[in-house]
């Protein structure tokens, strides 16, 4: 099922309506909405160029190999898909139910016994909301939904689409128009121009943190060292740590740092694989928050009432409100409401709606706040887990096989012996753009050039209501909108997959009327 187009791009200088920087999930759904929006305006035939470094298109890292088969949405199914594919999407996994979870039944292993018999039954009667898909499962609908509309487009002629493999390198301005400077494998390189670019890199790139560590190591070498475990793979993460366990003498442990959803995924695998388990006596976790997101149990489970959400609605009352007032109140209401014995799954979506509610009452300098660091912070209070993953954690946890700390990596960690580790894996999270240690080349010339700017949160790219830069013609798409106020909405967390479907209709719509308005020369 798996059926990225082979690369196409034509020559070492070539000449489109579009290009889209990155073939993941954001930009996907960008060029479908705008191949649509084109068939409905009856455009003249644009010509279109996707470009990524990795040959796997239109899945992205979350939803394509690179995470493996194994890994789960971090929200069940209802919450997860965007409005628009609810129905879509069920259709087609009816039609392609035992083909799309091949891959991850073949993996075996208590995690997908577990999963098999908790779910399965559900994915049968075709009743999908509570499930906890695999992510590649995901990826396999949207990259046919991709190949879709760019067969569809092609045969009624309104667009025709290329594919490369390559890193950019740069995005020059170039008269009234925009350049991309691309390099293949083999150092070739490639300057496609547009009059439009968009650019979909997922979220910022993660921090390195691991080379202080190996010079400092007093044994190099001996264990792995896994700077991403997504980079170039989380099946390259496991034969790593397979091939030190097999030359390791006896049982030994695993340093993971960060608790965030990364590290989950990393935990899931590693105690899925019947090796790995056997040889790792513990894992020991250390992070700023020193904890990991909360189990969100299903409503069914639960049986979830209201909750009154006290503070947030005292702060309703008042006649100016702040951002960080929201925030305070939050926190307040969630103190209480653990005070009370309630979880996250009894107060999620009631104090969801009470701050929601509160956003259109503050001024545009809140608003800004709110969305570089009041929303942040407030997600950082509230993030939560399947029970799948959570399993993992709590077993782990009992049989005192888990350790979690908090602090800062590797200051909490240097005084434990290295002689027994099997593997230190990286989880930190995110860099600031405006690092100078920032991995990624591209972002960091765009910045240094002033092509782009960061913004408030140094986690996102400034863009007006159209999602355009301060660089005419250049766009973004994706997590890297977070920091922005967009058409009256502060934005803080792009990762959520029916918010990204939500801008890239915004935006494929946007850009369609842009070409429709085009005079053939």
């Not at 039609?95 to 891959?103: K, L």
């Not at 350790?403 to 230190?424: K, M, Q, T």
Request: net charge negative; with cysteine.
């Amino acid at each position: 099922m798996n059926a990225s187009p082979p690369p196409t791009a034509g020559p070492a200088s070539s000449g489109y309506d579009v290009v889209f920087v990155g073939a993941g999930i954001s930009n996907t759904f960008t060029l479908v909405e705008l191949l649509g929006g084109l068939e409905e305006r009856n455009a003249r035939a644009a010509r279109i160029l996707i470009i990524d470094r990795d040959p796997e298109f239109f899945t992205g890292v979350p939803y394509g190999r690179r995470s493996g088969d194994l890994g789960l949405i971090i929200s069940r199914l209802a919450d997860f898909l965007p409005a628009a594919h609810v129905v879509p999407f069920g259709e087609w996994l009816a039609g392609n139910r035992d083909r799309a979870f091949e891959r991850f039944f073949a993996l075996g292993g208590e995690g997908v016994r577990e999963w098999r018999e908790r779910y399965w039954p559900d994915v049968e009667a075709g009743s999908i909301g509570e499930l906890y898909l695999p992510r590649y499962v995901f990826g396999l609908y949207v990259e046919q939904l991709a190949l879709g509309a760019i067969e569809r487009a092609q045969e009624r002629g309104v667009a025709t689409c290329d594919t490369a493999v390559g890193e950019v390198i740069d995005v020059e301005r170039s008269g009234d128009g925009l350049t991309v400077v691309a390099r293949d494998a083999g150092g070739r390189e490639t300057r496609s121009r547009s009059s439009h670019v968009v650019l979909g890199l997922g979220g910022a790139p993660s921090k390195r943190i691991l080379r202080a560590w190996e010079e400092a190591s007093a044994q190099p070498g001996r264990y792995a060292l896994i700077e991403d475990p997504f980079e170039p793979g989380i099946a390259d993460m496991l034969e790593r740590i397979r091939t030190t366990a097999r030359s390791a003498e006896g049982r030994g442990r695993v340093l993971i740092v960060g608790s965030n959803a990364g590290a989950l995924d990393v935990i899931f695998n590693l105690m899925n694989d019947p090796a790995i388990a056997a040889a790792v006596d513990r894992i020991d976790v250390v992070s700023t928050s020193g904890r990991f997101p909360e189990l969100f149990r299903t409503p069914q489970a639960a049986a979830r009432g209201s909750y009154a959400t006290p503070a947030l609605a005292e702060l309703a009352t008042r006649p100016t409100i702040l951002a960080d007032d929201i925030f305070e109140a939050v926190r307040s209401d969630l103190d209480g409401a653990h005070r009370a014995g309630l979880t996250i799954t009894d107060t999620f979506w009631d104090i969801s709606a009470g701050f929601n509610s509160l956003l259109n009452r503050l001024s545009p300098e809140q608003m800004l706040r709110f969305a570089c660091e009041t929303g942040p912070r407030i997600g950082t209070l509230r993030r939560r887990v399947g029970h799948d993953y959570w399993a993992v954690i709590e077993g782990l946890t009992k049989t005192g096989r888990l350790s979690v700390s908090s602090g800062r990596f590797p200051a909490v960690s240097v005084a434990e012996p290295e002689s027994d580790l099997l593997a230190v894996i990286n989880c930190a999270g995110s860099e600031r753009l405006s690092s100078e240690q920032l991995h990624s080349g591209l972002i960091r010339a765009l910045i240094a050039g002033e092509t782009l700017r960061p913004t408030g949160s140094d986690a996102g790219i400034r863009v007006d209501d159209d999602l355009q830069t301060d660089t005419p013609g250049l766009y973004v798409i994706g997590p890297m909108l977070s920091g922005n106020v967009v058409r009256g909405g502060p934005e803080w967390n792009l990762e959520h997959c029916g918010r990204i479907a939500m801008f890239a209709r915004q935006l494929g719509g946007h850009l369609a009327d842009r070409l429709s308005a085009v005079v053939p020369a």
